[in-house]
């Protein structure tokens, strides 16, 4: 074996070793950062990744359409005018159908490498497509570069000039991608490993290492530069991508959080306004509610009516059935009231005690005595027995008032009117209604 041989094969070997080692360190920083995303948001930044990629790679297939046309015929015109030989020419046929090849490719990946309306519609084809398009891609330039690099230097010495190193299409096109596109390192490793190794077997094929090994040193120097590009462009936004993945997570947190707090204060407000023992209104949302209507009725020149009741004799039914029995006949009753009450704008509300009151919006007096009566008439059918009472059932005292309200007056006059009307008819021998006059 010779030295020259012995050194190649050196050359090589320490190549291929430099290559494995580059390799394997590049695939350990690209699983720390990979690692790094949820499995369950793997799929979702592969989407993203090649919803981006199909963009750009569009972009990128128009300008090979628009290019590869003119730079056939400059080379072909630069060969002529250059007095190359027929053996050249020939050869340089070659790299031209090739630069034909990309432009087909491009306009099939045009026709067929769709890009869809969002990455949520990315499917395995549309994957195929992207990896298609780099991997092709990369395999046409590197034939142009390993092709196209001798014609030139054969050119070149029929010249009586001496050739000059090129790195070509190749490498354009793998800086290009790098530079341009989110690839992970196994999509990385299997296009560039397999156009560098193209590029350098036609070197040394038709060159022979003394030629070609100038060339060879700089696509490899310049391959390893790209991997690296393309491997730090891709950690970039593999860590955009979690770093926009938790302020969505944050976002949703923070919304349930309101969400949360939303509901919280809505039934805190909802226990402030309600009676606890009754399930009706308190008299504090009984004051506002009052409050509304009246300036509204103001407004609108509209009736407005109360109901006053009180139970009839429920201290003696307390002291029969003790407290917890008359906390129960107290919320009996007020849902029977409720019940009686048929419109939604309608409001029941505990005064105070065994007392309850309601507001009856845009209702006449007359209306008001009817609700009175049907009150009297839903709270005697419970049929709840109370020894002391004289009708031995439990029944109330009723009064009821109407009032147009007046500009100055207040709706404290209506409540005074109501009370007075359910005084007397607490005196009257209970167990009946009185409508204010």
């Given at each position: 074996?010779?030295?020259?041989?012995?050194?190649?094969?050196?050359?090589?070997?320490?190549?291929?070793?430099?290559?494995?080692?580059?390799?394997?360190?590049?695939?350990?920083?690209?699983?720390?950062?990979?690692?790094?995303?949820?499995?369950?948001?793997?799929?979702?930044?592969?989407?993203?990744?090649?919803?981006?990629?199909?963009?750009?790679?569009?972009?990128?297939?128009?300008?090979?359409?628009?290019?590869?046309?003119?730079?056939?015929?400059?080379?072909?015109?630069?060969?002529v005018?250059?007095?190359?030989?027929?053996?050249?020419?020939?050869?340089?046929?070659?790299?031209?159908?090739?630069?034909l090849?990309?432009?087909?490719?491009?306009?099939?990946?045009?026709?067929?490498?769709?890009?869809?309306?969002?990455?949520?519609?990315?499917?395995?084809?549309?994957?195929?497509?992207?990896?298609?398009?780099?991997?092709?891609?990369?395999?046409?330039?590197?034939?142009?570069?390993?092709?196209?690099?001798?014609?030139?230097?054969?050119?070149l010495?029929?010249?009586?000039?001496?050739?000059?190193?090129?790195?070509?299409?190749?490498?354009?096109?793998?800086?290009?991608?790098?530079?341009f596109?989110?690839?992970?390192?196994?999509?990385?490793?299997?296009?560039?490993?397999?156009?560098?190794?193209i590029?350098?077997?036609?070197?040394?094929?038709?060159?022979?290492?003394?030629?070609?090994?100038?060339?060879?040193?700089?696509?490899?120097?310049?391959?390893?530069?790209?991997?690296?590009?393309?491997?730090?462009?891709?950690?970039?936004?593999?860590?955009?991508?979690?770093?926009?993945?938790?302020?969505?997570?944050?976002?949703?947190?923070?919304?349930?959080?309101?969400?949360?707090?939303?509901?919280?204060?809505?039934?805190?407000?909802?226990?402030?306004?309600?009676?606890?023992?009754?399930?009706?209104?308190?008299?504090?949302?009984?004051?506002?509610?009052?409050?509304?209507?009246w300036?509204?009725?103001?407004?609108?020149?509209?009736?407005?009516a109360?109901?006053?009741?009180?139970?009839?004799?429920?201290?003696?039914?307390?002291?029969e059935?003790?407290?917890?029995?008359?906390d129960?006949?107290?919320?009996?009753?007020?849902?029977?009231?409720?019940?009686?009450?048929?419109?939604?704008?309608d409001?029941?509300?505990?005064?105070?005690?065994?007392?309850?009151?309601?507001?009856?919006?845009?209702?006449?007096?007359?209306?008001?005595?009817?609700?009175?009566?049907?009150?009297?008439?839903?709270?005697?059918?419970?049929?709840?027995?109370?020894?002391?009472?004289?009708?031995?059932?439990?029944?109330?005292?009723?009064?009821?008032?109407?009032?147009?309200?007046?500009?100055?007056?207040?709706?404290?006059?209506?409540?005074?009117?109501?009370?007075?009307?359910?005084?007397?008819?607490?005196?009257?021998g209970?167990?009946?209604?009185?409508?204010?006059?």
């Open positions: 074996m010779s030295k020259t041989d012995q050194s190649i094969r050196d050359l090589t070997r320490w190549v291929t070793n430099m290559w494995k080692t580059i390799t394997a360190a590049l695939q350990v920083q690209c699983a720390k950062v990979f690692s790094t995303i949820p499995v369950t948001g793997r799929a979702d930044f592969d989407r993203r990744v090649t919803y981006a990629n199909l963009g750009k790679e569009r972009v990128m297939a128009w300008v090979v359409i628009a290019t590869m046309p003119v730079i056939v015929l400059i080379e072909m015109k630069a060969l005018d250059a007095g190359a030989s027929a053996r050249f020419l020939a050869e340089w046929r070659a790299v031209a159908v090739l630069r090849a990309f432009l087909a490719l491009a306009v099939a990946f045009l026709l067929f490498g769709r890009r869809p309306a969002s990455p949520a519609q990315i499917t395995k084809r549309h994957h195929f497509s992207e990896v298609g398009f780099v991997l092709f891609s990369l395999v046409i330039t590197s034939l142009i570069t390993g092709l196209g690099q001798p014609v030139k230097s054969g050119v010495t029929e010249m009586n000039r001496a050739p000059t190193p090129s790195v070509g299409a190749y490498l354009i096109a793998a800086f290009v991608f790098a530079a596109l989110q690839m992970s390192i196994r999509v990385v490793l299997s296009a560039y490993g397999l156009s560098w190794l590029v350098v077997t036609l070197y040394l094929a038709q060159s022979g290492w003394t030629l070609a090994s100038v060339d060879i040193i700089n696509v490899t120097f310049m391959t390893i530069l790209a991997l690296l590009l393309s491997q730090a462009i891709y950690a970039t936004r593999a860590k955009e991508y979690l770093h926009l993945r938790l302020i969505e997570l944050q976002r949703k947190e923070l919304e349930q959080v309101n969400a949360q707090l939303l509901e919280s204060n809505t039934k805190l407000r909802h226990l402030s306004f309600v009676d606890a023992m009754t399930g009706v209104s308190n008299r504090r949302y009984f004051d506002s509610y009052l409050s509304r209507e300036a509204r009725a103001l407004r609108e020149d509209s009736p407005l109360i109901v006053m009741l009180d139970i009839d004799y429920f201290k003696e039914f307390n002291d059935r003790g407290h917890q029995a008359g129960q006949c107290l919320a009996r009753v007020a849902r029977c009231i409720r019940d009686a009450l048929h419109r939604p704008t409001l029941l509300a505990r005064y105070g005690g065994d007392e309850f009151v309601a507001v009856l919006p845009n209702t006449e007096l007359e209306g008001a005595r009817r609700v009175a009566e049907r009150i009297s008439r839903e709270v005697a059918a419970l049929s709840i027995a109370v020894a002391g009472s004289p009708h031995r059932i439990l029944t109330v005292s009723v009064g009821t008032a109407c009032r147009r309200p007046a500009p100055g007056e207040r709706a404290d006059s209506l409540v005074a009117a109501a009370d007075a009307a359910l005084y007397r008819a607490k005196t009257s209970r167990n009946c209604f009185v409508c204010a006059s």
